[in-house]
T-cell receptor, first 114, second 113 residues
Framework: KQEVTQIPAALSVPEGENLVLNCSFTDSAIYNLQWFRQDPGKGLTSLLLIQSSQREQTSGRLNASLDKSSGRSTLYIAASQPGDSATYLCAVTPLETSGSRLTFGEGTQLTVNP | NAGVTQTPKFRILKIGQSMTLQCAQDMNHNYMYWYRQDPGMGLKLIYYSVGAGITDKGEVPNGYNVSRSTTEDFPLRLELAAPSQTSVYFC????????????FGPGTRLTVT
């Protein structure tokens, strides 16, 4: 059974700092991996999706990497801002799937202090 | 487009009561999903549907039922509410061509006491 773990559970940093969030998964037979952002009281928003054949994806100040063989992904946030404060979740899609059945990690709660 | 909408936003149930959580999407997506999120945890899939009339169990289906009579709507039914069903429930949808790009609703916070 696929298990997804995120470390740390919570992170507090001063504004402007570069930071890395970690995600690990136990079964490397994945189709892709996604990073989501969740704001309090709201649903999830997809930030980056990395296909299993890719090594990384970038969007603005965000960069996500994927090392499928070691079962790890990182989300790098450059020059963090208070508006980046949210919970970040990673999720994997297994290879054998119908209807895109995502397995989520527990999330990292990020606070960026002004 | 309204995207994915969920009602109600909040609900308190007594043990043994039943209720239906409503979910609708206006993007003509065939794929729809119900997740639950317990405090400090990730989302777990309850049920999903790949089209009208087709539903299947996810990871944690016990205590829930779903139906999909139209493309737009995917209600989730709790028949005999239990404290273990206290959670935040999210509905999501995605398109056939890109099923992994799921669009989420704002969630329903349910408390069973």
């Amino acid at each position: 059974k696929q298990e997804v773990t995120q470390i740390p559970a919570a992170l507090s940093v001063p504004e402007g700092e570069n930071l890395v969030l970690n995600c690990s998964f136990t079964d490397s037979a994945i189709y892709n991996l996604q990073w989501f952002r969740q704001d309090p009281g709201k649903g999830l928003t997809s930030l980056l999706l990395i296909q299993s054949s890719q090594r990384e994806q970038t969007s603005g100040r965000l960069n996500a990497s994927l090392d499928k063989s070691s079962g790890r992904s990182t989300l790098y946030i450059a020059a963090s801002q208070p508006g980046d404060s949210a919970t970040y979740l990673c999720a994997v899609t297994p290879l054998e799937t119908s209807g895109s059945r995502l397995t989520f990690g527990e999330g990292t709660q990020l606070t960026v202090n002004p | 487009n309204a995207g994915v909408t969920q009602t109600p936003k909040f609900r308190i149930l007594k043990i043994g009561q039943s209720m239906t959580l409503q979910c609708a999407q206006d993007m003509n997506h065939n794929y729809m999903y119900w997740y639950r999120q317990d405090p400090g945890m990730g989302l777990k899939l309850i049920y999903y549907s790949v089209g009208a009339g087709i539903t299947d169990k996810g990871e944690v289906p016990n205590g829930y039922n779903v139906s999909r009579s139209t493309t737009e709507d995917f209600p989730l039914r709790l028949e005999l509410a239990a404290p273990s069903q206290t959670s935040v429930y999210f509905c999501a949808s995605s398109d056939d061509l890109d099923p992994d790009e799921q669009y989420f609703g704002p969630g329903t916070r349910l408390t069973v006491t």
